[in-house]
């Protein structure tokens, strides 16, 4: 069962949960390695092997908060489908993919996350930080909340970055905002995004890669020191999605980008990319994926206590319920359940359940 806390639309700035509870108190103990697993069979678990909290155990419903910038907000995130009665489409947002990716948890979920997040990202880190300290979360969700704090043009004060050196400063307030929380976080790396130069990204706005490299190492150190942070490594995850997606002869040297000596990515369009063609944000394939990795690593560091069989009128945690294993294509499955007539519908509309959706075309 999940219940949500402002409901997540593409494109809106912050929402603003008033609900608070005292989260249970909790002792991380023993540290334990994350380790790799394969993106090809199974879901993302791209995460670094640093300090990881045990599990701590919460009464229902868990509280997760989504805090971060336009990835985790779903901007332009839309599933379509022309079908045989009609065009059918819904957005998404990480938060509803999650849910998605574990529909059997007992979850109640604040997402803060802005699609205008890169804007002011000192700003808006620390409002929406507080924002989510109001809301006592069992877990928070930043898989992209210090994309902004690295990349941009905007160093700290507010002046144009004149060095790379802005760039380290400025991701370490992105860092102060997340050491305020002693709940599970979870943080995503930094991807580099030079492909999206000349898109989505102006020249102006994207690090060097030495810098995110630096960058990158700073975060696993910093990690290593607080058993409650999870990082999924969002570079090694879009670096195996380029490996997957990007055909030999689809590949163009012939633009280079100064900060970055890795070729533009020339893909064909089919419909069945993870990102979106502004090669930023990721499509509803790709965060299904992302989805997944977040689900994966949020249940791991969080379980819901079971609730004994008397009193789970309306409930849905019970004992097993924690064993969800987040797997993209059942989640991707679920999405299209959620499509929605888009246009006149020309016959009776079809079952909703994912059994009875059109098979994807390859």
């Known amino acids: 069962m999940h219940r949500v806390v402002d409901c997540a639309v593409v494109h809106r700035l912050y929402r603003v949960p008033m609900l608070t509870r005292h989260r249970l108190a909790f002792t991380l103990a ?20 640093v300090a990881a909290p045990t599990a701590i155990t919460v009464a229902a419903p868990m509280r997760v908060a989504f805090i971060g910038a336009s990835a985790t907000a779903g901007f332009g995130c839309v599933l379509r489908e022309q079908r045989e009665d009609g065009p059918y489409t819904c957005g998404f947002c990480l938060k509803d993919m999650v849910l998605l990716a574990c529909p059997q948890l007992d979850l109640l979920t604040s997402d803060l ?6 804007m002011d990202p000192l700003v808006a880190g620390a409002r929406t930080a507080k924002r989510a300290q109001e809301f ?20 700290p004060g507010g002046k144009p970055v004149t060095s790379e050196a ?13 050491e305020q929380f002693t709940a599970p976080v979870i943080v995503g790396d930094l991807p580099d995004m030079s492909s999206a130069v000349g898109k989505m990204l102006s020249r102006a706005q994207m ?4 810098t995110l490299e630096q960058l990158n190492t700073r975060l696993k150190d910093w990690a290593k020191t607080r058993p409650n942070v999870r990082v999924i490594a969002l570079s090694t995850m879009l670096e195996e999605i380029s490996r997957e997606h990007a055909q030999p002869s ?12 890795k070729p533009t990515r020339r893909v064909e369009r089919t419909g069945l990319e993870l990102l979106q063609p502004d090669d930023l944000h ?31 009128a309306g409930r849905s945690t019970k004992d097993g319920a924690n064993d969800c294993v987040a797997e993209p294509v059942s ?8 499509l929605k007539p888009s246009g006149p519908v020309t016959t009776p509309r079809a079952p909703s359940d994912a059994k009875a959706l059109p098979a994807l075309s390859k």
């Open 331 to 338: 989640t991707f499955e679920r999405a299209r359940g959620q």
């Open 166 to 178: 802005d760039r380290l400063a400025k991701f370490e307030l992105g860092l102060k905002e997340l």
């Open 113 to 118: 996350s802005s699609s205008f997040f890169f």
């Open 250 to 261: 689809t590949l163009s040297d012939t633009t280079s980008n100064s900060s970055s000596k």
């Open 282 to 312: 990721p499509a509803p394939r790709g965060l299904a994926r992302l989805a997944c990795a977040v689900a994966n690593e949020m249940n791991s560091s969080v379980k819901i206590a079971p609730i004994a069989a008397s009193t789970t």
């Open 207 to 210: 690090p060097q890669v030495a």
């Open 30 to 49: 023993s540290i334990a390695c994350v380790s790799f697993a394969s993106l090809a069979g199974g879901c993302d678990q791209s995460t670094v092997a």
């Open 136 to 155: 006592h979360p069992d877990c928070v969700v930043a898989l992209d909340f210090l994309f902004w704090f690295a990349y941009g043009d905007d160093a």
